[in-house]
């Protein structure tokens, strides 16, 4: 496909004139289908897949994950050493890694261990000049424990960082890899301070990425173009667009007809057809993932456990299942997946028992009719295809033992914010692994995410399930910890702060002339390494 025909496509969506902006006739421009609009441009902000895809283009981490993998490879860390008792981490960076520029901002220096300490004391320290900036809530920072965890970051000298924990920390390298700690330019920070406009870094981002952001027109389009400086190779495609398309179905449209060349998230109804389409090719592989329905332990009577024992049993998980699935995912029993280790294959799931479920209730006290909220979910997202749907099937069935289960959404960056809050009596979402560690997936359950703003839902803090989380995470056997972890998933699905539904396949479509991608494990979308033919 021509960069003609590109263009041809994308007038209606408004991006004919973005993609005029390369130079070379023969640049290579990759569209990809988005499914929505980010909050920002500064991923420790953020905790959505959605902005984190939007930003990952321009950043980097001292660690990264391999294309297509979990192993963590250095990243602006070239390498890394331990000190024997796994406290100390010091981290030698690389020397001649390039800034991107923007209009205004033209930077004086490579990269060098100062951007460093501003990316994490940004997060850490009360007292940094941007940590109230654009809001300063670091949701991932603070629910993954890392003030507790860190004891200093500090400089040895321009390219040297030593990062002392309080005790050791087993995922502590994935976690460096994960896009809440990116790194930013101390340099651009000071530049933006001086013109008294210090929110424009998490607007207009600059990293050192292998592509550069252009522009963003709201809930439209983002553009970027490669870094001629990447230091790991300029991009085999010269221009990346995002075009920010909601509906899956239009989506298909675009990609059908050559307007995108990637898309996100399918519907599991037009899977096969996908597959039938001679100019389409389409990856697939279990899902690091789960969806789930979250009950908030704080508003009675989702107190009692029982009453959340009833509602596990009170909704027809199969039917989900088989009508909304369709085949793209399995039962779910535990909060992690089968594909990731530690995952205890003897947890005994509730069965669909309406009738059990009206004993627990009269057990517990409550009378029906019983009115409470069940939110849904007003995206789709790989590990829940239709939050609508499936929320409508709950409704169907809690209906059946007497309770009132009143709908409710709000747009995506709402929904998310209100249910960390703690708003909600019930509520779906969901998690995508971040870096292949249970932990990953734990501390949602953990004591420190159940914060007003903490990404624990159910806000439920359960000191045998919190204990065993630390514990577990200080230690370096993981035949140790994983013993740890099998006790954390019974101890959950006693407790049952959440309904654990799904376990989903990914899809990911893309046009025949695409080559080099692949599919990432943390369902990242990553376009560098990518070719068009």
């Not at 009833?310 to 995912?329: E, F, P, Q, S, T």
């Not at 033992?401 to 909600?424: D, F, P, S």
Request: contains cysteine; proline residues 6%.
């Amino acid at each position: 496909m021509t960069r003609t025909t590109i263009a041809k496509g994308l007038v209606g969506l408004g991006l004919a004139a973005l993609l005029m902006g390369s130079t070379a006739v023969s640049a290579k421009t990759l569209v990809y289908c988005s499914e929505g609009s980010p909050e920002n441009f500064t991923p420790a902000l953020n905790t959505t897949g959605t902005s984190f895809d939007a930003a990952r283009p321009v950043f980097n981490q001292l660690t990264e994950f391999e294309r297509g993998s979990t192993t963590v490879v250095p990243g602006l860390a070239e390498s890394w050493t331990f000190s024997d008792d796994a406290k100390t981490i010091t981290f030698k960076l690389r020397k001649g890694v390039k800034f991107h520029a923007t209009k205004d901002f033209k930077p004086s220096r490579d990269f060098n261990a100062d951007d460093v300490l501003f990316s994490f004391n940004r997060q850490w320290k009360e007292n940094h000049p941007y940590f109230k900036v654009s809001g300063g809530k670091y949701d991932y920072f603070n629910d993954m424990d890392m003030p507790k965890l860190l004891k200093s970051i500090e400089k040895t000298d321009d390219y040297t960082i030593v990062m002392t924990l309080n005790e050791p920390n087993a995922p502590i390298l994935a976690n460096l890899a994960m896009d809440f700690a990116s790194i930013h330019s101390q340099e651009y920070a000071d530049f933006l301070t001086k013109q008294g406009k210090p929110e424009v870094m998490d607007q207009i981002p600059v990293g050192t990425g292998p592509f550069m952001f252009v522009n963003y027109q709201k809930d439209a389009v983002i553009r970027f173009k490669a870094n001629p400086d990447y230091f790991h190779g300029k991009a085999a495609i010269d221009d990346l667009v995002y075009a920010i398309t909601p509906d899956p179905t239009a989506r298909l449209a675009k990609l059908r007809k050559g307007e995108c060349h990637h898309m996100a998230y399918p519907r599991p109804a037009d899977l096969e057809e996908i597959k039938k389409d001679p100019a389409l090719q389409m990856m697939q592989q279990p899902g690091l993932n789960i969806a789930y329905w979250s009950f908030n332990v704080q508003k009675p009577p989702f107190d009692k456990k029982e009453v959340r024992q009833a509602m596990n049993m009170a909704v027809d998980k199969a039917a989900i299942i088989r009508d909304v699935y369709l085949g793209a995912g399995e039962p779910a029993k535990n909060l992690i997946p089968p594909t990731i280790w530690s995952y205890n294959d003897k947890v005994v799931d509730y069965k669909f028992d309406q009738a059990k479920a009206k004993e627990l209730l009269e057990k517990a006290g409550v009378k029906t009719p019983l009115d409470i909220d069940l939110w849904y979910m007003p995206v789709q997202r790989p590990y829940n295809p239709n939050g609508k749907r499936i929320a409508e099937m709950m409704q169907s069935d809690l209906a059946k033992i007497g309770i009132n289960a009143k709908l409710v959404t709000y747009e995506w960056g709402e929904y998310r914010k209100r249910m960390q809050q703690g708003e909600h009596i019930t509520g779906q979402l969901g998690w995508t692994g971040d870096n292949g560690d249970p932990d990953n997936f734990f501390f949602l359950r953990g004591c420190s995410a159940a914060r007003p703003g903490g990404q624990n839902l159910s806000k439920w803090c359960n000191k045998e399930f919190d204990d065993r989380l630390k514990k577990a995470a200080a230690m370096a056997d993981n035949k140790e910890r994983a013993k740890l972890y099998e006790e954390m998933q019974l101890i959950q699905k006693e407790e049952a702060p959440d309904m654990t539904i799904a376990h989903s396949v990914v899809y990911e479509p893309m046009r025949k002339e695409v080559t080099g991608y692949k599919m990432s494990p943390f369902n990242r979308h990553e376009f560098y390494g990518v070719d068009m033919k």
